[in-house]
Structures are given as C-alpha cells and as structure tokens.
C-alpha cells in the first residue's frame, strides 16, 4: 500500500512537471516568433511611409540584426511567414519586402537554454518534491502498514507484534497506548489459559489464544453442565450412558471400552464397548493403567501393554478418586486419527474426572444401601428390606390381579448343629439353605433371612396356587438331599415349610406372613421336614391355644 502511494504522488508530480515545461516552451516560442513578426512588420511599416525608399532601403540593410532586405514583385502577396528569420510582406498590389533576420542561432540557442533550464529546474523541483514527502509521508505510511499486520494477527490471537516509530508527535501517544492495550490483552488471556489448566489440566495450547480460550471456556462449561446434570441422576448407569454419549458423538471415539473396577478392587467388568478389541482383562491386577493409575500410552511407549491384542496405538485412562470405585478408558485408534486423539484427550480426562467423583458417590450410596438391606452372613435380603418392599409388591399383586406365594422356611431341630458342631457349622448350614433358596427362585422371587434360621421367600405373579407348593415342595427336598460339610463331617438336614397366598388367605400382607408362621407351626407339629399350607382351621387352633 505504501509504495503504491508513494508511486501514485510520485507520477502525479513528475507528470505535472513534464506538462509545466512544455507548456512553458511552448509559451516561450510563441512569444518569441510573436515579437519577430512584429519587428518585420515595423520594417515593413517603416519602408512603406518613407519618402525616399532606396534610402529607407538602405537604411534598413544597415540595421543591426538585418540580414538582407530587398524588394520583389509578385503579385496578391499576404504575409509568407518562410522561416523563423524570413518574412516576405505584402507592401502594394505588385511588390512585397523580403526581409531576412540575422538572429535565428542566436534566438534557437536562447529558446533550447530556456528549455532546459526548465527541465533542470522542474527536474530537481521533482526530486525535492518527493524526496520531502517521501520523508514526510513514510512515517506514517509504515505506521499503518505495522498496524495493520498488528491487528491481523491480534485478531488471529497472536498480541505480540508491537507498534515501533521514529514519530515524535501524537502518534507516538497512539502507538504506546495500543502497545500497552496489546500487553493486556496477552497478560489476561495467560493468565485465563493458566487459569483453565488448573481445571483441565495438559489443556492444549494453541497459537491463536482468542481462539484457545473461547473453545477451552465453552469445554469447560459443558464439563461443568455435565457435571450438574449427572449429579441428579438416578443411577450408575444414566452417567455411564452419558459418558458413552459424549465420547461417541462429542470425541468421535469409533472404538473404545470402558473398565469398572468394583467389589474392593476385586472385580474388574466391563461397562461398555464399542468396535474395541484391545483386551479381555478378567483381573484388576493385570490392567496396567488400573495397577499403576496412570495413562498408558502407546505412541509414547509401543507394546507397553502385555495385554493389548489388537493392532491398533491404544491410550488407557484410569479415572478415580482413590476411593472404592476405578473406572478405565481404553481407546483404540489408528494413525490417521492419532492427531484427533491427542487433542481431545485432555477434554475427556476432565469428563472422566467429573464422573469418577460422582460414579464413585453413587455406587457408595448403593453400597451402602445394600449393606443396610443385606444380611452379612448369607448375603439374602433382610428383614428391614421387606418392609421396605412389601406394600409396594401388596398393592402391584391386587392390581395385577395375581398372587403372592409366601413360603415361612425354618430348619428342623438347628440347635443341634450348634450344640454339636458349633456355631461356625451352624452358620455354614444357614449359606447352604441360602444358595439352595437363590438356586431354586426365579428373578422376580426373593428370599429373605426372617429371622435366626427362619427365611421367608416371596413368590410373586402366581397364577395357580400348586404353582406355590410345587417350588415349596423343589426347595424343601432339595435341602433334604443336600450335603453339608461341617467340622470335616458331611450332614444333612431338613426344613419346614409354611405356605399361605396373598391376597387369597387376607388382604392384608403382614397378616398373610402370620399365616405363614401358623401353618409353619402346623408343620413343625406334624413331625417337621413337611410343607403346611395355611388354612382357616389353624386360625381356630390358634386362637384356642
Ligand atoms: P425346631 O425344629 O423346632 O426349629 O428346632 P430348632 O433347634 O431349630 O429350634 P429353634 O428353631 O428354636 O432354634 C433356633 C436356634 O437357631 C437358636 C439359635 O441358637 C440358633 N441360631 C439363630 N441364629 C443363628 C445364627 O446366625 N447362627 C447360628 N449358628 N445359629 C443361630
Ligand atoms: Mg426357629
Ligand atoms: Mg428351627
């Protein structure tokens, strides 16, 4: 841009000098050639008014500039204008003068000194001219030129490029206030960068910090949204599935698995899995990234992994908090998306991060939560789980128009396995009646620890009532014929059964569970290892005992 002003001035000036010389010769000649033709015609004046011509005639020749002069005849002359020096003018009808002017050197030499002087001067003109803009104008012009590289590249995120003048004046004023606006603008964007790397560490830097700090805010606010969503979930499962989401559609992972390590760290399954191949990792111990809780990388360290099956690089990711809960992140990749990969990787070890807390934070609760409803010895419901549950299962069964099979189990004569064997072989009897209980249930069955050596187990969308006593019956003779190794020694037992049907027997489920009790009664009665089903006459038997 400058250089083309500069051009621009630089032709409009010598041009205009150019124009200005010739039209001063040509003003300058034409003057001259005026001033001739006046003195010819003077001369001519002075012959045609004398008296005596051949005196006039001579006179003229003796004039000083006078060449030749002569009279000839010709006829209807007007003024012939021959040369610059010779003219030939009418004085009658027959005769004209010749006049010839000694002078034209001398007046070529003084018009061509004219010109050039001219030329000479207009010349230097011209080079002062621009010279002095040039000094003049070039200050600014390269101020402009600088100051729009600066902001180009500012707006590219790049507050580097400082303004530099030689200028003295107001300008100098404008450059330090844009070179200080510069210096702020890149001390707060570092200072932001360094800011978000405290949330998002390894956070990538990029060239254009405008840029770098608009993604890496916006990143952060939809980690910080995800975090505020997830927090009001109902259960692992919503977050994992969030999670998923996020990678798949957000990251673009197209293969990838993600590992949860649970149950004190001695379990280790799989989450979820897309197109990944790597590993089938069956022990917590043998995931590296699990074991050592940092990334594994294979572009850094090829074949680090012992693991690893496929051909793929893979990074290994394990989220925690140092809790009971790790999660990992496996992701496959190819060459071509390995760019892709190292860039987002930062962002989704923020997510990982915000999740683990809360993945960690649920399925602590959901501990919890089981522990307060399990019973620690045969890993069964307890009691405080059924009075949870029982209105709910109650008020479904009456809509549903179906039954409950309510099954009161106790062991024959139990005391005797504590007497003789001691109160370990006791406890042995009461896991293998348990694993009996969840061997014979289906899903929508359970089984609860009711008591000492008492179980209840619910049966629950019974349509026909021998349905009840015939998983009463499966139970009580699979017990019957199960051997239990206690003290080096193999028993067996038997248990009783009393069976009553919701809402057939009552309406009211904490009463069906008392008619179960009575008909267990019955059973024990009767001479025990027998099923008992409630009907209104143990009512009565009750009732009169
Ligand atoms: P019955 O056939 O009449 O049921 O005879 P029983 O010996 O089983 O008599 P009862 O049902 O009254 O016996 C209950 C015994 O169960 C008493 C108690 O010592 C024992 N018991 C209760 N809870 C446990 C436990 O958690 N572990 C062990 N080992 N024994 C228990
Ligand atoms: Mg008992
Ligand atoms: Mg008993």
Known sequence: ????????????????????????????????????????????????????????????????????????????IHTIYQNLNTFILPINSDESIFIQFKFLKEFENQKYQVILETIIINILFIVISNLLINWLVTPYLNFFEDLKR????????????????????????????????????????????????????????????????????????????????????????????????????????????????????????????????CCEIKIPALCRAYRTGKEINSIKFPHICSECMGNNNYICIPFSTGGTFTGVLNINFTEEEEEHIKSII????????????????????????????????????????????????????????????????????????????????????????????????????????FGGEEFLVILQNIKKEEDILKVAEKIRKTFEITKIVVSAKTIKKTISIGVSIFPKDTKKIWEAIKYADLALYEAKRNGRNKIVKFNSKLLENADNS
């Open 150 to 277: 600066s902001i180009q590249q500012a707006k590219n995120g790049n507050f580097n490029r400082k303004l530099h003048t030689k200028l003295k004046n107001e300008m100098k004023d404008v450059i330090d206030t844009y070179n200080s606006f510069l210096d702020q603008l890149d001390k707060n964007f570092n200072l932001i960068t360094k800011n978000l790397q405290i949330l998002i560490p390894k956070i990538p830097r990029k060239k254009d910090k405008l840029v770098s700090v608009q993604e890496n805010m916006e990143m952060l606010a939809n980690i910080n949204k995800f975090k505020k969503i997830i927090e009001d979930d109902a259960n692992i499962g919503e977050i994992y599935n969030r999670l998923i989401d996020i990678l798949e559609h957000k990251f673009k992972l197209n293969s990838f698995k993600i590992y949860a390590i649970l149950n004190q760290k001695k379990e280790i399954k799989v989450v979820y899995q897309k197109n990944a191949n």
């Open 346 to 449: 930062p962002y989704i070890e923020a997510y990982l991060n915000e999740s683990s807390s809360i993945i960690e934070a649920k399925y602590t609760l959901n501990l919890m939560k089981q522990n307060s409803v399990t019973d620690q010895l045969t890993g069964l419901y307890n009691r405080r789980y059924l009075e949870e549950i029982i209105n709910k299962i109650a008020a479904t069964t009456i809509r549903s128009d179906s039954l409950i099979g309510i099954l009161l189990i106790d062991i024959d004569y139990f005391k005797q396995v504590n007497d003789t064997f001691g109160h370990d072989a006791g406890d042995e009897v009461l896991k293998e009646l348990s694993k009996v209980l969840i061997t014979n249930l289906r899903d929508s069955d359970f089984a609860i620890r």
């Open 1 to 76: 841009m400058k250089k083309r002003i500069l051009i621009w001035i630089f032709l409009v000036i010598t041009v205009g000098g150019v124009f200005f010389t010739a039209f001063t010769a040509y003003r300058f000649s034409n003057i001259t050639e005026l001033a001739i033709k006046h003195s010819a015609e003077t001369i001519r004046n002075i012959y045609l008014y004398s008296t005596n011509k051949d005196e006039a005639l001579n006179v003229i020749r003796d004039m000083p500039n006078i060449e030749d002069v002569k009279i000839i005849r010709n006829k209807n």
